[in-house]
Nanobody, 129 residues
Framework: EVQLVESGGGLVQTGGSLRLSCAAS????????IGWFRQAPGKEREGVSC????????????NYSDSVKGRFTISSDNARNTAYLQMNSLKPEDTAVYSC????WGLGDWTRAGLYDYWGQGTQVTVSS
């Protein structure tokens, strides 16, 4: 059974850090691009970051939205079949449900959420001011 399970969300103060994990089962992570998305109440889903060993994140191995560039770092551990999102210098506007998603090989536009094959259930990140 294909599954993505996120963990690591929680409540943190402004300026704090969290590391989200996305554990994959039922498929090999290295054959897929993994995207992290977030959705805040009343807002559209936003692509946060992407990682792909085959440069499937819009032609790059990693990619980030402008809103998180320089603060968030995406990585993956193929031995653990897990992707991570290290989030530093968190701001209240980072508050959202964060979900990881997988798409086979990658996408020309990694932010197109509708093209991903598999999704996790999401984890809540709340940043207090």
């Amino acid at each position: 059974e294909v599954q993505l399970v996120e963990s690591g969300g929680g409540l943190v103060q402004t300026g704090g850090s969290l590391r989200l994990s996305c554990a994959a089962s039922g498929f090999d992570l290295h054959e897929y691009a993994i995207g992290w998305f977030r959705q805040a109440p009343g807002k559209e889903r936003e692509g946060v970051s992407c990682i792909s060993l085959s440069d499937g994140c819009s032609g790059s191995r990693t990619n980030y939205s402008d809103s998180v560039k320089g603060r968030f770092t995406i990585s993956s551990d193929n031995a653990r079949n897990t992707a991570y999102l290290q989030m530093n210098s968190l701001k209240p506007e980072d508050t959202a449900v964060y979900s990881c998603a997988a798409v086979y090989w990658g996408l020309g536009d990694w932010t197109r959420a509708g093209l991903y094959d598999y999704w996790g259930q999401g984890t809540q990140v709340t940043v207090s001011s």
